[in-house]
Each structure stands twice: as C-alpha cells, then as structure tokens.
DNA sequence: ACTTGGGACTAGACCGGTCGGTCTAGTCCC
DNA sequence: GGGACTAGACCGACCGGTCTAGTCCCAAGT
C-alpha cells in the first residue's frame, strides 16, 4: 500500500487507512490480527513484486548479465518514478522501526538480503563470464549494490527526481567492471 | 537527542521525551513552539556536530584531500558505534518525514547539500592534486558518497553492524581513485 | 540596602481529539 | 443454520498542546 510510504507507519492511522480502503472497521480486523500484522502483510506482497520483477530483469539470459542486473535497477527507478518519487517502502519502513521493533528490523533485514542474495548469483555469472574481475566477491559487490540503491532512492525522495538513482547506477557499474572488490 | 533517532519522530510521544529528560510540559513548551520546532531544532544541533566533525576532519591539511575525507566517514562510523549502531538522525528523519512533511523534506535535503559540498571541495583538492581522475566531477563525487553513505547507515542499523559501512567506504574509495565520473 | 516588579522558567492539571483495538448486530452465501 | 465477512458504535489510553499557578532571580526605585 503506498499510504504506508507515504504517511509512515506511525504516521499512518486506522481512521485514514480505512476510509482510504472505503473499508468498515470491522473488515480490517478480520483479515489481520492488528496494524502490525497489515504493514507486515504489505511487506509480503511488497516483496512479491520485487521478486516478479527480478525474475523478469535476471531471468532474461539473452542479455549479458551485468546488463540484467542493471535492467532490474532501471525497472525500479521507472516504478519510483509512477509513484512520485518516494522512495522504497523498505527503507522507509527499516528506517522508521529499526529503533523500536525487532520484528520489522529483522524482516526487513531479510528482505534486503533476498535482493542482494538473488542479485549475486547474476553477478557470479558475470564473473565467470569475465565481465567483472576474477577476484570479484559477488555476494559483497550485491550487497553494496542494494545498500546504495536504498541511501540513492531516499535522497531521491527527499529531491523528488531520480538524478541520484541515476548517478549511483552509472558510477556502480563503470566501477564494477573495471575493479574488484575482494 | 537520541530518543528522536530511537523512536522516530511520530513514535516518540511528548510523555516518553518528557519522562527521558525529567522535565514538565511546561518546560518544554516554554523552550519550544511545538513538537515539529523541537525536532528542527535537533537537526540543528546535528548538524552543528556534523560541521565540527567535518571542520576537524577535512581541515587537517597535513593528510593527502582524498584520505581527509574518508577519515571523516570513519569519524562517522564510530560514533554509530558508541550509539549502538542506529544509523543516521537524518537517514531516519528524512524516511519518515519526507512524504507528509515538505518542511522536513526540504531542510534534511539541504543538510545531506551541505555535507555533500563540504566534502566536494575537499575532492576537488583531490582532483588538482592528480589523486583522483582529471575529469571527475568533484560535486557529483561528493553528492553520490553522502548518499550510499546513508544507504550503508540503514543497512548498518538492520544489521546492528559496520561491516556495510566499511565495505561501502571501501568501494568508493578505491573505485574514485582509479576511474572517473564525469 | 531593602523592597518590589516582572520576565524567565518550572510545574503539572487539564483539554479535545485521535489512536489502535473490541464488540455486537446484521448480511450474505453455501 | 452456520461460517465468512460487513458494518460501525464504542472503548480506554494516550496524543500534542494549553492554561494557570507558582518559583526564581535580577534590575530599578527609593
């Protein structure tokens, strides 16, 4: 739900979730236990689109795959760009309730290592086909890809346009295929 | 304050904060117009602590431009380390805010401008100094580090550890030395 | 030197509103 | 007739914020 990356989740109350639903009370706490269990459950369906989509950018195997990574990147930033620049859901939520929820912080956790961890094994790929160094660590080159993507996509939300998307995809991957990070 | 970064800005209640600094409402209100000008008035003691560390830090000209910097981002870490891993007053904010707030939005996207262009006058020394490519581009450098920095923060805080941080600095620091960004 | 007036600040009772969540009644459909 | 679901009144707690009363301290007045 993007009123839960918009508003926050503290920001966010039953009353305007609801009304926004067009969904009595009643019918809400039916389907979930109660707000916690919601944004959890819209971080699963969160994260099914992300897994759509990398199953649609690194799948494709015509293309090299250092390109397919950066395709799945470019994806996203077109999605950021339908939903006016606001970033990530994931590092929006992480950053508001790492502080005070274990369970959110090690979700989201989670979450940001299945990206890094599917991203990875394109990037070993890319390895092995010569595209990166040989001494390349796939796992931490991914890692650090997603970790800068989410600090690139708040300041892009914070100046509502994707010049830092943009500008840290370019310099990830000149830099990526000429050096390693071992 | 440390509760603001903790709780975030809508999960910290005036009760807890007032409880946390063992003062009355009346205290706080006397001080402070309202919630919203207690919180712009952190992020300006924040950033007056960024400054210092940054004064400290770029300013030792006896260091080569390039290692001045990344000793500021080492600055940096350790004080994340001494606060338990949290991430960064503005990574949190600026998540959080961002989307309701314009006020917020605009005053935690001219703090990151400004770190960014201290540290961009420093590569620019960098840059004369032969130490990073001719043809870099010291601001696009400078605004591209702050931002994977907070990335990295984020990461740093889900995973209560460094290690996202370090093998971030790491990247950049041996990826700008040897390539450009024009 | 003592009084006294007034701003800075402390102190917390109090306010209406909204929060997340429960409950009962009713509807729909198999 | 009985579960799945809708519907919204209702709940106590807590929210951010106001208000009045009182304390402290220092400067001006005599």
């Known amino acids: 739900m993007a009123l839960l990356l918009e508003h926050g989740y503290h920001g966010l109350g039953t009353q305007a979730l609801l009304e926004a639903a ?28 992300v897994h759509a989509g990398l199953d649609q950018a690194l799948g494709d195997t015509r293309r090299p795959p250092l390109e397919r990574v950066r395709r799945f990147f470019e994806m996203t930033k077109e999605s950021y760009k339908k ?31 299945a990206i890094a ?31 800068c993507w989410e600090g690139a996509a708040l300041r892009s939300r914070l100046r509502g346009s994707p010049a830092p998307l943009t500008a840290m995809l370019d310099f990830y991957f000149r830099s990526a295929a000429g050096r390693s990070t071992a």
Do not use: N, W
Request: glycine content about 8%; aromatic content about 8%; overall charge negative.
């Open 117 to 147: 961890e599917r991203t990875a094994e394109c990037l070993e790929e890319a390895r092995q086909a010569g595209d990166i160094p040989a001494d390349s660590d796939p796992r931490r080159m991914a890692s650090l890809l997603v970790d």
């Open 83 to 113: 939903e006016g620049y606001l970033g990530c859901l994931m590092g929006g939520l992480g950053q508001e309730l790492a502080g005070t929820s274990e369970v959110f912080r090690r979700r989201i956790d989670r979450c940001f290592a």
């Open 22 to 49: 067009r969904a009595p009370k009643g019918s809400f706490y039916h389907h979930f236990a109660d707000k916690e269990d919601f944004a959890l459950q819209v971080i699963d369906e969160f994260m099914r689109h």
